[in-house]
């Protein structure tokens, strides 16, 4: 199994980030977009994630320094009260996908989104058939909140939505710094 090192992103990944993430769009369905975006808008988004404090991570094979996915952390909704929740993004290089990377992400973005003070983490998973993201998630403590059937059409058909929600530090138990 290839080793992988976690650490930001900066602009110099963003070409492998945005080939990822059109691999994603054209292929799969964890994400509803159907255009892939082209790397100025991935870097606007790269941007809006940073003005907020919060956390966009690559993984690089350790041989060569490779992106092989990245994974970010935005507000659940652009509204302030929603400031403290956040919700995950993770994707994976084919080519790196069963190796593990994807929970590697998920706890590097957990663990910095606590730190940034984030209290709720939420993932909204495309396509109720991922049963990779859906363990992925569920192995690192998500609890599955409810189903949206049929709320996407992708691939000329109908995908549901999952969303799980997991508390980060003290959680809703203290009010937030």
């Known amino acids: 199994m290839p080793e992988f090192s976690i ?18 769009v054209l ?19 790269m941007q809006e ?3 907020r404090g919060l956390p966009w991570l690559v993984a690089t094979r350790a041989e060569g320094g490779l992106v092989m996915g990245f994974a970010y952390a935005n507000w659940f909704r652009p509204r302030e009260a929603f ?6 993004s993770i994707y994976i290089a084919p080519q790196a996908q069963r190796q593990g990377l994807g929970g590697r992400l998920l706890d ?9 003070g984030a209290r709720q983490m939420l993932a909204v998973i495309g396509d109720a058939a991922n049963a990779g993201s859906i363990g992925v998630h ?15 059409w992708k691939f000329e058909r109908w995908l549901d939505v999952v969303l ?7 959680g ?3 009010t937030p710094a």
């Open 172 to 174: 809703a138990e203290t």
């Open 83 to 88: 400031r403290f929740t956040v919700e995950d």
């Open 138 to 152: 569920g192995a690192k403590g998500f609890t599955e909140m409810g189903r949206l059937p049929a709320v996407g």
């Open 108 to 116: 590097a973005l957990i663990d910095a989104c606590t730190a940034c």
């Open 7 to 24: 650490r930001p992103a900066t602009a110099a990944d963003l070409a492998s980030i945005t080939a990822i993430y059109r691999h994603h």
């Open 164 to 170: 799980m929600q997991r508390a980060l530090g003290a």
């Open 27 to 45: 292929h799969g369905t964890g994400t509803f977009e159907t255009q892939p975006p082209d790397e100025p808008e991935m870097q606007r988004r």
């Open 49 to 51: 994630v940073a003005s």
